[in-house]
């Protein structure tokens, strides 16, 4: 797993600023007033800043020095109390406990070594309180893209608030056998024509069925695990969503 760098935070920001509506009222119904929320992968807070706009006492997790900068920038912005800590999930030790627990957008799936996705939910549920709740967003890509025999080329720009722009190259490759993607991405940040800075990055994510990760939730020591429709349905592909208790 690779944390990301400074021009990836900032075009994954400004290319999804926040969740939508339907998704943030998803976890706000499933968040009592008076539980202690964890955002796991929290990133820019996509999630996280909405939430806690809302009133949910929500606190955020991330590997990514730069993917929190971000965040903190926009809950400062929004007058959100939204606290953040930098830790690795596959080594969480936070100084506190939770009541719920949730993993948004599909942010698991870059757990791609089955032991660092189990470690990472046995120190999760470590930090949950009985009966703490676990959410686990998942995402399967179209067998279309999965099938693909070539690397799939995209290239998208965003425009930020001063006047710049960032331009993204990713080249993405599928293995269905494996159930994994590897993406290698590059970042241009630009003013006009004048190059400003640049950046790389290689992402890899996997995909699970329903029943396989179910069953590595079970075998983390979690119990009550089951499936349900995710809140907010993708363009292509599937997306669903294990709830469990500690």
Known sequence: MSAFGPLSALFREAD???ADDDEVAWYAARIPADTLALDVMCGWGRVL????ERG???HGVDASAAMLARCDGRAATANARAPTFRQEVT???LPLRYGHAFIADGAFQLLTDPMAAAAALERIRAHLVDPGALYIDCRVPPVA????GAPLVEVRTVKLGDGTQITLRSESTW???AQM??????YAHRRGAQPLAEEHERIASAWYEPEAIVEL????????VSTVAAAVTPVEGDAFVVIAQA
Not at 49 to 52: A, E, F, H, Q, Y
Not at 145 to 148: A, S
Not at 181 to 186: D, K, M
Not at 217 to 224: H, K, P, T
């Open 175 to 177: 293995t269905a056998e």
């Open 49 to 52: 800043v909405p939430l806690s």
């Open 56 to 58: 949910c006492n929500v």
């Open 145 to 148: 893209v999965q099938r693909l």
């Open 16 to 18: 999804r600023l926040r």
């Open 217 to 224: 939730v079970r075998a983390a020591g979690f119990r009550d």
């Open 91 to 93: 080594q969480l030790n």
């Open 181 to 186: 993607a590897n993406a290698e991405n590059r």
